[in-house]
T-cell receptor
Framework: AQSVTQLDSQVPVFEEAPVELRCNYSSSVSVYLFWYVQYPNQGLQLLLKYLSGSTLVKGINGFEAEFNKSQTSFHLRKPSVHISDTAEYFCAPTGSGGYQKVTFGTGTKLQVIP | DVKVTQSSRYLVKRTGEKVFLECVQDMDHENMFWYRQDPGLGLRLIYF???????EKGDIPEGYSVSREKKERFSLILESASTNQTSMYLCASSLGGQTSNEQFFGPGTRLTVL
């Protein structure tokens, strides 16, 4: 089973500044990695995912994440945030090979300050 | 546009009541999931189903049961609601087979048990 750590529960950042949301996972097997976003009063939606290939993954709304196998990390970045990016972000690793449960992190609340 | 709908956005029940939360998806997905979301704990899997009439326990099944009589519908049942089941409940669905398939979420039901 996977375990996942999102190191920051809240991240305040000024509008147009860059942001990095950190995610580390523990695994000794191949993994798939997801970032989901939850806007206020909504369900979660997929931001991006890493399955294989290039370690830099681009998602919706200008976000990207880099898979680092040696550091077991999958940090999410955006070079310039907007007010509309205010939301909660969840990192979610899962094992590969057949069906395996997705494990969601505890979430990071991104607060964009005007 | 793909959709997962949940029967109620807000629900208030009394301790001891039997509570039904309904979820319907229109994407012909094989997998369906019920999570509860609590501040600081992220999403925790209650039950999931990979086919009609099939169910598997998640991480926190105690106090809950589920029913999947039709492919598009997955119900969560609280046999005797308790105050510690006050939470946000999220339903999700995904294609069957590989874990690499993203999950699609409903908007959530905020349940308060008094």
């Amino acid at each position: 089973a996977q375990s996942v750590t999102q190191l920051d529960s809240q991240v305040p950042v000024f509008e147009e500044a860059p942001v990095e949301l950190r995610c580390n996972y523990s695994s000794s097997v191949s993994v798939y990695l997801f970032w989901y976003v939850q806007y206020p009063n909504q369900g979660l939606q997929l931001l991006l995912k890493y399955l294989s290939g290039s370690t830099l993954v681009k998602g919706i709304n200008g976000f990207e994440a880099e898979f680092n196998k040696s550091q077991t990390s999958f940090h999410l970045r955006k070079p310039s945030v907007h007010i509309s990016d205010t939301a909660e972000y969840f990192c979610a690793p899962t094992g590969s090979g057949g069906y395996q449960k997705v494990t969601f992190g505890t979430g990071t609340k991104l607060q964009v300050i005007p | 546009d793909v959709k997962v709908t949940q029967s109620s956005r807000y629900l208030v029940k009394r301790t001891g009541e039997k509570v039904f939360l309904e979820c319907v998806q229109d994407m012909d997905h094989e997998n369906m999931f019920w999570y509860r979301q609590d501040p600081g704990l992220g999403l925790r899997l209650i039950y999931f189903s990979y086919d009609v009439k099939m169910k598997e326990k998640g991480d926190i099944p105690e106090g809950y049961s589920v029913s999947r009589e039709k492919k598009e519908r997955f119900s969560l049942i609280l046999e005797s609601a308790s105050t510690n089941q006050t939470s946000m409940y999220l339903c999700a669905s995904s294609l069957g087979g590989q874990t690499s398939n993203e999950q699609f979420f409903g908007p959530g039901t905020r349940l308060t048990v008094l």
